[in-house]
């Protein structure tokens, strides 16, 4: 079977925000700070296809929120060569507030989005302040107006979008949280977003503490592994070795985006 193209992958950071220990696994100490929370979208193209992974937030989100806000998703993306007006199709991994808050940006992408992530946005746990905190509602409102318009494609499970490119649902940290596998030079790589926020909560069994189902977030790590062609090839959503350990495509990108279809270095 001949191999699909290529995807080239590339992780855009466009926010920040200093955690503790208690943020970032289940059972941490709330008075030891830890690493920092970095916030990206993701970009996968081929020459024949250009996907957006999430869409992050704006700056009114980010004071809100209290993030450190350091540039528009949008404008990363620009410097990698693609207009947000231009995107065909946005993977979402989930429907927090990170991952969705700029859809309005993209005003001729189609979403691509698991039938669990939207009916459990939409449903009963959203009345619990636990589950929702993590989600807007203007944004869920919004996603079902996108739906009415015929912009949503829904996933029951695992789907392949295009050769070399597909989304897995994990669940764990939301009831639909999806993976994308990528076919790249390196081999499979997937983006992990939210099913571990950090390389050491997958690696060390660590779970993070904003979670829908604990048992399923361990499963969610095994899946990944098993869809890698190295564990080396799962990055994780938030972690900010990503922007060390990987290196920027040049020099107008440093400390804006890195590529990731290659090994990761020891940081």
Known sequence: MTAPEPFEVYAVRYATVSRTAAENVIGGDPHETAARMDY???????????????????????????????????????????????VRDVIVTHLHYDHIG???????????????????????????????????????????????????????????????????????????????????????LVLASDASHYSANMQEGRPFPIVYNVAQMVDGWQRMRELADDPRLIVPGHDPLVMARYDSPDARLEGIAVRLDAFPRDA
Not at 110 to 129: C, I, K, P
Not at 143 to 153: E, F, H, I, Q
Not at 155 to 176: F, I, M, N, Q, R
């Open 40 to 86: 990206f979208v993701w970009l996968a193209r081929s020459p024949a296809h250009t996907f957006v992974v999430d869409t992050g937030f704006n700056e009114a989100m980010a004071a809100k929120r209290g993030r450190e806000f350091l540039r528009s998703p949008v404008d990363g993306l620009h410097l990698l060569g693609v207009e947000a007006s231009e």
């Open 102 to 188: 700029n859809f309005d940006l993209f005003p001729n992408a189609r979403f691509h989005l698991q039938d669990e992530e939207m009916a459990f946005a939409t449903g009963r746990y959203m009345a619990q302040r636990f589950f929702a905190h993590s989600y807007e509602s203007e944004n869920i409102v919004a996603m079902v107006r996108n739906v009415y318009a015929g912009r949503v494609a829904f996933y029951e499970g695992d789907a392949e979008l295009v050769p070399g490119l597909s989304v897995h649902h994990v669940g764990g940290h939301t009831k639909g949280l999806q993976v994308v596998r990528l076919w790249t030079r390196v081999g499979w």
